[in-house]
């Protein structure tokens, strides 16, 4: 499959039934090469009371990353609620 990019991705979906959201299904897309997580989506099976609007097969939640890094510089302020072990 593809991501909403067009970059060649693998997915995985989960299927939940919501008696506010309905039937929706959350899909994971990943790069196969490198497992970096590509998007995160919610697509709608099924509309229900608090998203009446929503077509079936549109897309309700999309969050894309282009890049991802890692470091060992702790941020500059605390996140909410963080604590260390």
């Known amino acids: 499959m593809r991501d909403p990019l067009g970059r060649?991705?693998?997915?995985?979906a989960m299927t939940e039934h919501t008696s506010a959201y309905g039937t929706l299904d959350w899909q994971l897309l990943i790069?196969?090469?490198?497992?970096?997580?590509?998007a995160t989506r919610t697509v709608v099976?099924?509309?229900?009371?608090?998203?009446p609007q929503?077509?079936?097969?549109?897309t309700q939640y999309l969050q894309?990353?282009?890049t991802a890094g890692r470091t060992?510089?702790?941020?500059?302020?605390?996140?909410?609620?963080?604590t260390r072990h």
Do not use: E, Q
């Not at 790069?31 to 590509?38: A, E, K, L, T, Y």
């Open 8 to 12: 060649p991705a693998l997915g995985v």
């Open 31 to 38: 790069r196969p090469s490198s497992d970096f997580v590509m």
């Open 45 to 51: 099976v099924r509309p229900g009371p608090m998203n």
């Open 54 to 58: 929503a077509t079936r097969g549109g």
């Open 64 to 66: 894309l990353w282009r």
């Open 72 to 82: 060992d510089t702790p941020p500059k302020h605390r996140l909410p609620g963080a």
